[in-house]
């Protein structure tokens, strides 16, 4: 049974930072690109930041480059996002997505396993 669970959400000031964990279960993790999309009330799933299955590469939204990093520890089947400096318009819910090796980017359509999501709220 695949599982993906996200954690580390929470309200915190403009400027500050938050670490995001991503634990998945039920499928080869080594073998999955996996990703960040993050969706705020009334807009579109947008894609943050992904990562290649080995850890080699990483792609950043526009919106987040020089303060999102991303992360992966296969040995745990975890991924991470490292947030700095964080501003009000990066509050949405954040998912976690996995997708085979084969494909690398943020076109969420490709992704085939997804968590349920955590909250980050910055407030102004």
């Known amino acids: 049974q695949v599982q993906v669970e996200e954690s580390g959400g929470d309200l915190v000031q403009t400027g500050g930072s938050l670490r995001l964990s991503c634990q998945a279960s039920g499928f080869n993790f080594d073998d999955y690109t996996m990703a960040w999309f993050r969706q705020a009330p009334g807009r579109e799933r947008e894609g943050v930041s992904c990562m290649s299955w080995r850890g080699t590469m990483a792609r950043y939204a526009n919106s987040v480059k020089d303060r999102f990093t991303i992360s992966r520890d296969n040995a745990k089947n975890t991924i991470y996002l490292m947030m700095n400096n964080l501003k009000p318009e990066d509050t949405a819910m954040y998912y976690c997505?996995?997708?085979?090796?084969?494909?690398?980017?943020?076109?969420?359509?490709?992704?085939?396993?997804w968590g349920q999501g955590t909250q980050v709220t910055v407030s102004s």
């Open positions: 997505a996995a997708a085979p090796r084969s494909y690398y980017g943020l076109d969420s359509g490709r992704y085939d396993y």
